[in-house]
């Protein structure tokens, strides 16, 4: 059984724990955004099952990864052409849609009338073609660096069960996160796979569980790549489990600091950071275990005693319902490019951080209004 579903009873029985202290530190100093609320809480856990149970039924259907693409794959890769033809298609049919809107006479009702269908005709072959794009490129990708497929070419070396492949499997992995949460915030169609879990205006231990569905259609740096250097699936699947779990206890606002091992470890402090909205606190920390690693790269921010960190988004979803939290942000992409009138504007609502993809929409919302 994998180690994160197993340590399910240390879960509940943590947060069990947590919300009576946090009842009783209500008593005396008043509400705080750490409290636990119902039905904020029934969301996260919502999300927890889901991201266990999601990925599961997903590979028991044999469609972890959707289709493969290229010749002698059979079903999966006709199914891969298919999906690269749409995207390619959607992709032409578009761009002469935005030369016949933009050359359009719009001096006259039949010049109007004819950009306003070219640009209905774009807004949809825009989301058709980025859609179908996406999906292609994320079903190759998780192909090509799969656990299994780097096992293969790196098993002749294997490296044993010894301290060596585990410390080579924990600090890559670690490492790997790192960047892939990063990218997760910086990249607009990455954040819309992660978004959910910072979507709590609250935080304790719950929000750990308040884990994103659709991670498969991500392009990561790549976990089991150090299953070619010999390092065996099964240590690797292990960290993974192990540095999950760790990143667990971190969302709690009752361990206020770890004093030294601040300065080496992720901890509820530097990581109630990573979950501010505030300005200085947005992408920051995004460590799973070693802060190391945002100290190394520039992304670092203590916990400030004279700036208490506010949670959830710069414009929260307003909803516990699951299935909004889940999709808010891929509605609002496609609604984007929906209404793009060119290339740059498509690929940067998808492709640029979060926040240019809300400034240009505010400004793109001005100049139409």
Do not use: C
Request: charged share 20%.
């Amino acid at each position: 059984m994998d180690l994160t579903v197993a340590v399910t009873p240390l879960y509940f029985g943590s947060m069990a724990w947590e919300q009576r202290v946090l009842k009783k530190r209500a008593e005396i100093e008043g509400p705080s955004s750490a409290d636990y609320l119902r039905p904020d809480t029934m969301t996260s856990l919502g999300m927890g099952v889901l991201s266990i149970s999601t990925p599961l039924t997903v590979a028991l259907a044999g469609y972890a990864v959707p289709f493969r693409t290229g010749k002698g794959r059979g079903r999966s890769g006709r199914i891969g052409q298919v999906v690269i033809g749409i995207a390619v298609t959607a992709a032409a049919v578009t761009t002469i849609a935005d030369v016949v809107a933009n050359r359009a006479d719009t001096a006259t009702e039949a010049g109007r009338r004819a950009r306003a269908r070219a640009r209905k005709v774009a807004g949809v072959g825009g989301v058709a073609a980025l859609a179908a794009g996406g999906l292609a490129l994320t079903a190759t990708t998780a192909s090509l660096t799969s656990m299994k497929r780097m096992w293969r070419k790196g098993s002749a070396r294997d490296l044993g069960t010894g301290v060596l492949p585990w410390t080579i499997a924990m600090v890559w992995w670690d490492l790997a996160y790192y960047w892939n949460h990063r990218v997760m915030h910086e990249v607009r169609g990455m954040w819309a796979i992660h978004v959910p879990h910072h979507s709590s205006e609250h935080y304790n231990l719950s929000t750990a569980l308040r884990q994103p569905v659709a991670g498969a259609f991500g392009v990561w740096v790549p976990y089991g790549l150090v299953a070619r250097a010999g390092v065996r699936p099964s240590i690797i699947e292990t960290s993974r489990a192990l540095n999950l779990i760790y990143q667990y206890w971190i969302h709690t606002d009752t361990i206020r600091s770890l004093g030294p091992a601040e300065a080496v470890l992720n901890t509820p402090s530097h990581h109630r950071v990573h979950h501010g909205r505030n300005k200085r606190y947005i992408d920051r920390n995004h460590a799973g275990i070693l802060m190391i690693w945002d100290r190394l790269f520039g992304t670092f921010q203590r916990e400030e005693p004279d700036e208490p960190v506010v949670y959830g988004l710069t414009k929260n979803v307003e909803s516990y319902n699951l299935w909004k939290v889940s999709t808010h942000e891929y509605r609002d992409i496609f609604h984007d490019i929906a209404r793009s009138t060119g290339w740059r504007d498509r690929l940067g609502f998808v492709l640029r951080t979060p926040g240019w993809a809300y400034a240009r929409r505010t400004e793109l919302e001005a100049a139409a209004s």
